[in-house]
């Protein structure tokens, strides 16, 4: 340890011992059991166990992290000579070195002392890695238990299995520097980082046996999310959901500085996570006496788990509950080369990464590598045949409780079917206006309010696999019809009346301002066999783009392995859109969630922009039975006209477009501009445009086109829902102007419409970034997505091909001109928009 360190730990000890709170260096201590206020809380906490010391043997632990510890380098370095049976050559070295070694001893302590907890209490448990990039340790210790060899069997543990193991870290079609789908027992990349805790509370919801152990870097706990992350613990039932035990692994420093959690004092340290809610146990260290100090506090974490879980399932919750957390503090790289060159690399930064970085053709540098892997003394931890030795393997748990085969991590196999009600009993009736025909766009219902009695039901069939993760937002997104038969899950108690449908026992529901803790939350629940939902604010879905994409990633490689079953699509409810932001003005307009969706897999993505309630209706409930996809359904919240019945909504939504008979000239046949809308405001201002050109201009033919599906604009050959040619060109007819109203930034669409056939036709109106506080009719003039607009340029495109809306296209478009200015400026004297507009009504 370096002595600066030494130094700093010296000085805090002293403070520690002021304030009563003794645990110095290798040590553990400081966690003052639970802490809450509630009278059933004083109780002292449970003691370690007696006899643990007495089962815990620490010469086998520390030869296993002796074996993982070497498995771990070797990854990192060698393509040859594995065993070290021979002095060590340029030619043993990989060409390409890779990975992170700083943290994989860390992780490998952790990992060998979680399998011994299992073993201990025969555990259901399994361990999410934030430090993803030291995947080494965590294949090391997959090898050593066997797991990896039921998914590779060429991976045996013998001479043979060893080399190819040691061999594919890092290497071209092997194992990649970091976690993914291709390593059994992960459901966290580990890539980007921030999202490893939540997602581990993810997964512990609704799985009232499990623990979940998961590794905080002190890097990544450095990270926003990591930040709000620590406050999942107010939103776990401790009667109903299982829990997390986390270690925040505090090894001082990132890829080229020192880390905050690393630089502060461990009374610091301490008074953060107790202002969190958590109880502190430091451990320390950097000698083999760690595995008892470490034991001790595994031993304390897990009876402070049960015994609030206990408490709650007894009917005597404990307000307030202090869950452990143990801060471990070791040297980065401990173990691994003490200098290079001489400069420190254990104990700084420069273990971050591959330690030795010219050992193929540096010949000191060889020497150390080689120095470094024969001090873990491998002849004495492999037999002759590279067999691991036996007291070795007997560190692991066996069967489905070692943690690379939990069968939690292997979500697509647990999942069970939700039980969806049937899509009719919530369907908008449409007026009739006989004959078999309806009066449609006059009904006035707001969509997601009807999605909302769906959701409602689904939570009421579900109680124990269906939740939705929602950043505060839920009765503002016109969904609070889900309250009526669950209510807001939250842990801490709340001032009696001041709160409404909120509550520690069965709910449904969570609510936080942290988008990036409802998207962890939900990727955990979904990769352990769930189902989930999460609605959000159009612009602010924005701030999960990043981990959006790393999921989007980890289902498209999930693909490619046939031992990952499908799990529940990840579904994103996108409302309160651009369109009805004109009050909250510009900050709140951002549609380019659409835009990086489209430039993910085009097999694991889909956007649907259903045009009324029917459709969103018959929408979400696609999407819920989907699996494996991320589906974004774009829907906005005041009521607005209603245009098919719910067999029709079906019909369309199978298609993912069609031609809206009803509205286009002798049903849409032989058309001088097709009008396209994609959105339910979009749709609802091309309606409008239909009508006046209907009435007003009736020899202007038209063909009013829906498109619910986006991907249908795509080619057949670049997304499985976009349309070949033959049915493209039906649609949209072969060569006439297409007049597109999208809900979105124009370039969506022209990126899907991209490799048609005269793609120089379509007229694409969208988004154009104008919106400040203004009426909703204004929103749509200002980006030239209203009527009028849409109406004028119907008119320039006909022109040419018609002439008898040539002989009037002048007047008209002025005329035209003259209204929409007229309304600007009533909507400027007046601060609403006109009747004409408000109350438009579709009037064939």
């Known amino acids: 340890m370096p002595a600066q360190r030494q130094r700093l730990g010296r000085e805090r000890t002293s403070e520690r011992h002021e304030n009563g709170h003794p645990d110095g260096s290798g040590s553990s201590g400081g966690g003052d059991g639970d802490g809450a206020r509630a009278a059933s809380a004083t109780a002292t906490p449970p003691q370690v166990r007696p006899e643990a010391g007495l089962e815990l043997d620490t010469a086998a632990i520390a030869r296993y992290r002796r074996a993982v510890n070497y498995l771990a380098g070797a990854q990192i370095y060698l393509k040859g000579n594995f065993l070290l049976e021979r002095p060590l050559a340029p030619d043993d070295i990989k060409d390409r070195l890779l990975g992170h070694w700083g943290t994989c001893p860390g992780i490998n302590l952790v990992y060998a002392h979680l399998?011994?907890?299992?073993?201990?209490?025969?555990?259901?448990?399994?361990?999410?890695?934030?430090?993803?990039?030291?995947?080494?340790?965590?294949?090391?210790?997959?090898?050593?238990?066997?797991?990896?060899?039921?998914?590779?069997?060429?991976?045996?543990?013998?001479?043979?299995?060893?080399?190819?193991?040691?061999?594919?870290?890092?290497?071209?079609?092997?194992?990649?520097s970091h976690l993914y789908p291709g390593i059994p027992g992960t459901i966290h990349e580990g890539g980007e980082l921030g999202y490893a805790l939540a997602t581990a509370f993810g997964a512990a919801m609704d799985n009232p046996d499990l623990i979940v152990g998961c590794i905080v870097g002190d890097g990544e706990a450095e990270t926003g999310p990591t930040a709000t992350a620590w406050h999942s613990y107010k939103f776990i039932d401790p009667a109903?959901?299982?829990?997390?035990?986390?270690?925040?692994?505090?090894?001082?420093?990132?890829?080229?500085?020192?880390?905050?959690?690393?630089?502060?004092?461990?009374?610091?340290?301490?008074?953060?996570?107790?202002?969190?809610?958590?109880?502190?146990?430091?451990?320390?260290?950097?000698?083999?006496?760690?595995?008892?100090?470490?034991?001790?506090?595994?031993?304390?974490?897990?009876?402070?788990?049960?015994?609030?879980?206990?408490?709650?399932?007894?009917?005597?919750?404990?307000?307030e509950p202090r869950w452990p957390v143990i801060l471990m503090r070791t040297p980065k790289g401990w173990t691994g080369p003490k200098e290079l060159h001489g400069e420190p690399v254990e104990g700084s930064y420069r273990a971050h990464q591959v330690p030795v970085p010219d050992a193929k053709t540096n010949a000191e540098s060889l020497r150390i590598v080689e120095g470094w892997l024969r001090s873990y003394r491998p002849d004495e931890l492999f037999d002759q045949e590279g067999r691991p030795a036996p007291d070795i393997l007997a560190q692991c748990p066996a069967g489905e409780r070692r943690m690379g085969s939990n069968p939690h991590t292997?979500?697509?196999?647990?999942?069970?079917?939700?039980?969806?009600?049937?899509?009719?009993?919530?369907?908008?009736?449409?007026?009739?206006?006989?004959?078999?025909?309806?009066?449609?766009?006059?009904?006035?219902?707001?969509?997601?309010?009807?999605?909302?009695?769906?959701?409602?039901?689904?939570?009421?069939?579900?109680?124990?696999?269906?939740?939705?993760?929602?950043?505060?937002?839920?009765?503002?997104?016109?969904?609070?019809?889900?309250?009526?038969?669950?209510?807001?899950d939250y842990q801490w108690p709340v001032v009696p009346g001041y709160s409404s449908h909120i509550g520690p026992e069965d709910g449904r529901v969570i609510e936080v301002l942290s988008e990036h803790d409802c998207q962890a939350w939900l990727q955990g629940y979904l990769l352990t066999g769930r189902y989930g939902l999460f609605p959000s604010y159009e612009a602010f879905l924005n701030i999960v783009t990043s981990m959006m994409d790393q999921f989007a990633k980890f289902l498209k490689l999930s693909g490619e392995f046939p031992w990952r079953l499908p799990v529940a699509s990840l579904n994103y409810l996108e409302t309160s859109t651009l369109w009805r932001q004109e009050h909250n003005g510009f900050s709140h307009q951002n549609p380019g969630f659409i835009n990086s969706i489209l430039n993910l897999k085009a097999e694991v993505t889909?956007?649907?922009?259903?045009?009324?309630?029917?459709?969103?209706?018959?929408?979400?409930?696609?999407?819920?039975?989907?699996?494996?996809?991320?589906?974004?359904?774009?829907?906005?919240?005041?009521?607005?006209?209603?245009?098919?019945?719910?067999?029709?909504?079906?019909?369309?939504?199978?298609?993912?477009?069609?031609?809206?008979?009803?509205?286009?000239?002798?049903?849409?046949?032989?058309?001088?501009?097709?009008?396209?809308g994609i959105g339910d405001n979009p749709t609802l201002e091309v309606m409008a445009a239909a009508d006046m050109l209907l009435r007003e201009l009736p020899d202007l033919r038209i063909r009013v086109v829906n498109v619910t599906d986006l991907l249908v604009l795509a080619q057949g050959t670049e997304h499985p829902h976009g349309l070949d040619d033959e049915m493209f060109a039906a649609l949209f007819t072969p060569d006439k102007p297409v007049l597109v109203n999208f809900h979105g930034y124009p370039s969506a669409a022209r990126q899907l419409?991209?490799?048609?056939?005269?793609?120089?036709?379509?007229?694409?109106?969208?988004?154009?970034?104008?919106?400040?506080?203004?009426?909703?009719?204004?929103?749509?003039?200002?980006?030239?997505?209203?009527?009028?607009?849409?109406?004028?340029?119907?008119?320039?495109?006909?022109?040419?091909?018609?002439?008898?809306?040539?002989?009037?296209?002048?007047?008209?478009?002025?005329?035209?001109?003259?209204?929409?200015?007229?309304?600007?400026?009533?909507?400027?004297?007046?601060?609403?928009?006109?009747?004409?507009?408000?109350?438009?009504?579709?009037?064939?």
């Not at 993803?132 to 990896?148: I, K, Q, R, V």
């Open 115 to 176: 399998n011994r907890l299992i073993r201990l209490h025969d555990l259901d448990m399994f361990l999410v890695t934030g430090p993803g990039h030291g995947a080494p340790a965590n294949l090391a210790n997959l090898y050593l238990e066997g797991t990896l060899a039921e998914y590779y069997p060429e991976l045996t543990r013998d001479r043979d299995g060893l080399g190819r193991f040691v061999k594919r870290f890092s290497w071209p079609g092997g194992f990649p």
């Open 240 to 319: 109903e959901d299982g829990a997390v035990l986390p270690v925040v692994h505090i090894n001082g420093y990132k890829i080229a500085n020192p880390t905050i959690y690393g630089s502060m004092s461990d009374d610091d340290l301490r008074l953060l996570f107790t202002g969190y809610g958590y109880a502190p146990r430091f451990v320390e260290g950097h000698d083999d006496g760690l595995d008892v100090t470490l034991a001790e506090a595994m031993d304390w974490a897990y009876g402070e788990i049960r015994r609030i879980q206990a408490a709650a399932r007894s009917g005597q919750r404990i307000a």
């Open 410 to 488: 292997f979500g697509g196999r647990l999942r069970r079917r939700l039980d969806r009600p049937d899509i009719n009993d919530y369907a908008v009736r449409l007026p009739s206006a006989g004959q078999g025909q309806f009066r449609r766009g006059e009904s006035l219902v707001s969509n997601m309010e009807q999605a909302a009695l769906y959701l409602r039901d689904v939570i009421a069939r579900n109680r124990q696999q269906f939740r939705v993760f929602s950043p505060d937002e839920l009765e503002s997104n016109k969904l609070g019809a889900v309250f009526e038969v669950t209510h807001r």
């Open 606 to 676: 889909r956007v649907y922009l259903p045009p009324d309630a029917n459709c969103l209706v018959s929408t979400v409930d696609h999407c819920l039975r989907s699996v494996n996809y991320v589906n974004l359904v774009i829907a906005n919240k005041p009521a607005m006209p209603q245009w098919l019945t719910m067999d029709e909504a079906v019909a369309h939504c199978r298609a993912g477009a069609s031609v809206w008979t009803w509205a286009s000239t002798d049903d849409g046949v032989e058309p001088d501009v097709v009008l396209v």
């Open 753 to 844: 419409l991209f490799g048609r056939h005269h793609p120089g036709r379509f007229y694409i109106h969208g988004y154009q970034e104008e919106g400040p506080t203004t009426t909703p009719f204004d929103m749509n003039v200002r980006n030239r997505t209203d009527r009028f607009s849409l109406v004028m340029q119907a008119i320039r495109l006909a022109a040419p091909s018609n002439a008898r809306v040539a002989a009037r296209a002048s007047e008209r478009v002025h005329h035209y001109e003259y209204v929409l200015n007229d309304f600007r400026r009533y909507i400027e004297e007046h601060g609403t928009d006109p009747d004409e507009i408000a109350h438009w009504r579709w009037s064939r």
